[in-house]
């Protein structure tokens, strides 16, 4: 297995360009989630999906939109790049528990993205 | 306001000695309580739930909810202990979700 793997790894936009994160799992798993790591500021948690067909803004949602179209896939989109949105991004899938949310996520490698 | 607070961004120790992570963290009800490692040119990863009430790697975490706190202790401390340490609560807001403290930086010294 895989895992929880990210494409691309790195890339660099100029502002105002537009891009799409690929995330893909292949454990079967219901959540799927987009994070941002910014040093000093953790982990922010971008948008989360309970399941194909379903998104929802999380703590940082404004300039990013995503789309959950296959079950496997989750994608995280910049419509118009800007200097702030330069972060390392995590993308994380879990298990569900029904009713008492996800199980541990599983995290993929990271995208390191500049935007200049 | 729903928080996590690790105080330290970053915590030397030398080779041996104890070492003790803190996490604070103010949120309502009961959330369960995990805390996260990132090892260098590693993806990040679970270490332990407080549920599971484990020890893993020699890490212990008790929950004190009259503090509420979930440190994270070690009684001796390893140089492949050196990464990234992040306390996460699991709450409940519409949905249950995980808030991801601001990390602290473990550095064990030969």
């Known amino acids: 297995n895989a895992g929880v793997t990210q494409t691309p790894k790195f890339r660099v936009l100029k502002t105002g360009q537009s891009m799409t994160l690929l995330c893909a799992q292949d454990m079967n798993h219901e959540y799927m989630y987009w994070y941002r790591q910014d040093p000093g500021m953790g982990l922010r948690l971008i948008h989360y999906s309970v399941g194909e067909g379903t998104t929802a803004k999380g703590e940082v949602p404004d300039g990013y939109n995503v789309s959950r179209l296959k079950k496997q896939n989750f994608l995280l989109g910049l419509e118009s790049a800007a200097p702030s949105q330069t972060s390392v991004y995590f993308c994380?899938?879990?298990?569900?528990?029904?009713?008492?949310?996800?199980?541990?996520?599983?995290f993929g490698p990271g995208t390191r993205l500049t935007v200049t | 306001a729903q928080r996590v607070t690790q105080p330290e961004k970053l915590l030397s120790v030398f080779k041996g000695a104890p070492v003790e992570l803190k996490c604070n963290y103010s949120?309502?009800?009961?959330?369960?309580l995990f805390w996260y490692v990132q090892y260098s040119r590693q993806r990040l990863q679970l270490l332990l739930r407080?549920?599971s009430r484990e020890s893993i790697k020699g890490f212990t975490a008790d929950l004190n909810k009259g503090e509420t706190s979930f440190h994270l202790k070690k009684p001796f401390a390893q140089e492949e202990d050196s990464a990234m340490y992040y306390c996460a609560p699991r709450v409940f807001s519409g949905t249950y979700k995980y808030i991801f403290g601001t990390g602290t930086r473990l550095k064990v010294l030969a």
């Open positions: 949120y309502s009800g009961s959330p369960e």
């Open positions: 407080h549920i």
């Open positions: 994380a899938s879990s298990y569900s528990r029904g009713q008492f949310g996800s199980y541990e996520q599983y």
